[in-house]
């Protein structure tokens, strides 16, 4: 919302159409779509909708301030939207055990908006069947799905992943990574494929990992270790050529960078976490010099909101994106700040405070 003010202008139109309660006030400065006239009416300030600005010498009411259009869909990146085939630069994060569920994830997409699906703690079956029902309810997107690390049940993670590759699910929302294993390797280069004539690598399976450490947003923002890649050829799970490619771009689409939230994360502050890493986007960029993606932006492209750059906002989850290596894909770094709302991967309300990027 961009709001002019001008002491010498005036406000022509139906008076019986302004609104002076305080209430009333914002409601409709909240209506981000239309223009929203502030005046002066006797000494009373109020605000219509209605009605047009005159000059000086015309008959009407102090014009105080005006406030511009400025829709949902003009907010965020561009980029973002692109990507992921939204309206909206906004995400909803998982929440296990499908607290993030079925209904959360079709009903914000189908109001243009990104939502993940909490698959934390279920099991195959279950999840299996949230695909198939989100599939069939959004054909076309856009969603995504929770892939969580499991340490202590790679099964689990395993048969996630095939569930994924299976059912052609596009777009994972990745957590708790401390470390890159086979399973979400082989869904990334699973995904991988070249234009004909050694031309751009397309990247069909994309990944945004949400984390809050910066050696695991090193791994996320380098390619895939060859190590791995080596035994999902040798496994038969991926192909020479998609090892290959793997090795051209980042693990990760877009980072979630998670900050304190009062829970289970790392204790970062969100004011010192996405600078650094953002930083570290930067210098990975430096060295491996990822090509530009489709539209021509590199991993130096950055815009600037409240001195961080926000790009994609949410509840559960909300962020802040950025520019990451110029992947062929979109390619970003983005910060999850949590509001009054159920926050945790597992559900939890984890108070004030909370952030990802």
Known sequence: ???????????????????????EIFAKL?????????????????AVMQGEVVSPQEEGLPLLAMAHPYPGQQLGEASF???????????????????????????????GLLSSFGAGGLPPGRLESAIQRIQSALPQ???????????NEPALEEAAVDLFLEHQVRVIEASAYLR??????????????????????????????KLSRREVAERFLRPAPDKL?????????????????????????????????GGHTDNRPLVNLLP???ALRDQIQNELRYPAGPGGRSGRDQHAYCGLGRFYDGRGLCGHRLGQPGLPGSGHV????????????????????????
């Open 1 to 23: 919302m961009t709001i002019e003010s001008n002491s010498n202008l005036k406000w022509q139109g139906p008076k019986e159409s302004i609104s002076y309660e305080e209430n």
């Open 30 to 46: 909240w209506k981000l779509n239309e223009t929203c006239y502030l005046i002066s009416d006797g000494g009373r300030v109020g």
């Open 81 to 111: 939207r692109a990507a992921y085939g939204v309206d909206y630069a906004y995400m909803t994060g998982a929440m296990a055990n499908a607290i993030a569920g079925e209904e959360m994830v079709i009903a914000l997409g189908k109001a």
């Open 141 to 151: 997107g856009p969603y995504a799905f929770n892939l969580i690390h499991s340490p």
């Open 180 to 209: 890159l294993t086979p399973h979400i390797v082989r869904y990334r280069a699973a995904g991988l494929s070249q234009d004909g004539g050694g031309g751009a690598v397309k990247v069909k399976n994309r990944i945004i990992a």
């Open 229 to 261: 890649l080596r035994r999902l050829v040798e496994a038969g799970h991926i192909t020479s050529q998609q090892a290959q490619l793997a090795s051209q771009v980042p693990m990760a689409d877009d980072i979630t960078v998670e900050a304190d939230s």
């Open 276 to 278: 650094s890493i953002i």
């Open 334 to 357: 983005g910060a999850r700040q949590r509001t009054a709302c159920p926050g945790g991967d597992d559900g939890r309300d984890d108070g004030p405070g909370g952030g990802y990027v």
